[in-house]
């Protein structure tokens, strides 16, 4: 397809399609539309997702009316039921202007009537008697003569009206998809099956263009995953791009180019980011949608779009490491008032973020650990006891610490400007005079210690993609056997006890996001060096499983 801009005599058809819910689709045509608008096209956005309308939310920032506009103003439901009914009602009464100078038709007027009025629609009786396909073809003739670009929001799956945005009104197809196989595969046999029926309207409508956009992209978290990806979306789609990528451009460019990236901060309502935050930071969501949006504008003219803009940086593999100095001065003081504590052993945890650069000053540091602790019995990991000034944690030049010490108890921890984290514990068998390790303690002390670090980072803003790297130490455990903190379990005492090793360590990483399931298996990597010292004892899923449940299930009781 060639471009020749604002000069075009006709507009042009977009039709946004996803097989699937939960790519964007409707945010991403939203902020396309805003972009055209604001560069001065006219835009008409038309609403074809019926059972589940709504893309005029988008706009309704600068315009608090917008619900109220929709409850009195006809849409497409209510054009379909005119025709049905054999009445006039002319597409420009159901035009509602928005800003910055977007015009849109609504799925329908938002009244008691509309759940009705849409069930009662038969598409078969509405092409076959009332000669709905005619009428959809006029409709789309007039729009394209009033506008420039008109933007198509569709319904997802396989549905009549589904096929009237993918094979009856659009000059192209918008195709947004994430990684999954149901999404694209289901993307692909939509394509194919809207080119056949075109095919079989009686018009010259040419060849059905589609343009593949990769959403809720992830490479900057899953570098390698969202790599392998790009490269199935590369085989799967490569003929649709080559409908229309000029020779010089390779189709792993064009998917890197047009991927919109997943940013969860834009997740919550209906918002438009390129308005918003603007569109210059080539990591932001509004480039992406900048990106998009030149192409659609330009007819698909990928030099005249591209011209001067550069690819976004790739996505860092970069990894942070644990400042070795901080953490080595940290353990020192804590292990100096370990043995003041004349405790037998501890538990040690520290783990800080490897892919993401937080910088806070300390009263966000002391408001986040605040909100990170796990509370379930006794103390919890980084407990802050606002009501004890002298246990209270302190500011440090690089961040902030507290030192916990009672007649029962020892805790130490520091916490950085950058959201690394260190604590080392006294457990309640330390200072029980029986020389035992208590197998379920430690399981879920190590639980809460991954629940709190997750805890911690979302409250220092960290996305859910960030990963992070935790080490846990356990010491003083020579001449110890291992046991059960419950007195009736028929596994109470495992004998012969450990006679060798005083220490045991082991590292993993995860991200803020963890499931549950990924926790079992979390907890059982970071335990089993541990208790394999015991004369290698070693315990089945069931009992991580079980055990870290309760634990979870008892956090939100």
Not at 258 to 284: H, K, M, N, Q
Not at 354 to 378: C, M, N, R, Y
Request: aromatic residues 10%; charged residues 25%; proline residues 5%.
């Amino acid at each position: 397809m060639n471009s020749s801009g604002k000069e075009t005599k006709s507009g042009i058809i977009y039709t946004f399609y996803s097989f699937k819910g939960g790519s964007g689709r409707t945010m991403a045509l939203a902020n396309v539309a805003a972009l055209m608008a604001k560069w001065g096209y006219k835009v008409l956005v038309v609403d074809w997702d019926l059972e589940a309308p709504g893309v005029e939310r988008f706009f309704a920032q600068n315009n608090p009316k917008a619900g109220s506009l929709r409850a009195s103003s006809p849409g497409i439901a209510d054009l379909i039921q005119a025709r049905a009914n054999q009445k006039e009602l002319d597409w420009r009464q159901c035009v509602l202007e928005f800003e910055p100078g977007i015009s849109v038709i609504t799925a329908g007027r938002d009244d008691d009537e509309y759940v009705g009025k849409i069930q009662r629609l038969n598409f078969d009786v509405l092409f076959e008697k009332y000669d709905l396909g005619s009428y959809i073809e006029q409709l789309r003739k007039e729009w394209i003569s009033a506008f420039d670009f008109v933007l198509i929001d569709s319904r997802t799956g396989v549905t009549d009206i589904g096929g009237i945005c993918t094979v009856h009104l659009p000059d192209v197809l918008v195709v947004l998809f994430t990684a999954t196989h149901a999404s694209t595969e289901g993307a692909l046999q939509i394509v194919e099956r809207a080119r056949k029926a075109q095919g079989r309207l009686p018009l010259d409508r040419g060849h059905l263009i589609a343009v593949p956009v990769p959403a809720r992209d992830e490479s900057r978290t899953e570098y390698e995953r969202a790599t392998r990806w790009a490269a199935i979306f590369a085989n799967l789609f490569h003929d649709f791009y080559g409908d229309w990528l000029p020779s010089g451009i390779k189709v792993p460019e064009a998917i890197e180019l047009l991927r919109i990236p997943y940013v969860p901060y834009w997740s919550f309502g209906e918002e438009l980011p390129v308005l918003a935050e603007g569109t210059s930071d080539p990591r932001s969501l509004g480039y992406a949608y900048e990106i998009l949006a030149r192409l659609l504008t330009t007819r698909l003219s990928w030099y005249e779009a591209f011209e001067g803009r550069k690819l976004a940086p790739p996505p860092t593999t970069k990894t942070r490491e644990l400042d070795k100095d901080w953490l080595n001065s940290h353990r020192a003081a804590a292990m100096e008032g370990l043995e003041r504590s004349k405790r037998k052993g501890f538990m040690e945890a520290y783990h800080f973020c490897l892919d993401a650069f937080i910088d806070k000053q300390q009263p966000e540091l002391l408001s986040a650990a605040g909100q990170a602790a796990v509370h379930t019995f006794g103390w919890p990991i980084g407990v802050v006891l606002h009501n004890r000034p002298e246990l209270r944690p302190q500011p440090t030049n690089d961040g902030i610490v507290a030192e916990l010490s009672t007649e029962h108890d020892y805790d130490y921890w520091a916490l950085t400007k950058g959201g690394d984290f260190y604590t080392l514990t006294s457990l309640l068998e330390d200072y029980i005079a029986e020389a035992a390790i208590h197998f379920n303690t430690r399981i879920m002390r190590i639980t809460e210690v991954i629940l709190h670090s997750v805890n911690l980072y979302k409250a220092l803003g960290a996305e859910p993609g960030t990963s992070v790297a935790l080490t846990i130490r356990h010491g003083g455990l020579r001449g110890r056997s291992l046991s059960s903190s419950t007195r009736n379990s028929l596994l109470s005492v495992f004998p012969p006890g450990n006679v060798r090793e005083d220490e045991v360590a082991a590292t993993v990483s995860f991200h803020i996001g963890v499931s549950e399931p990924e926790i079992v298996k979390l907890v059982k990597s970071l335990c089993e060096p541990l208790f394999i010292i015991f004369n290698f004892k070693k315990f089945d899923d069931s009992t991580y499983e079980q055990i870290v449940t309760r634990f979870i299930q008892g956090i939100a009781t």
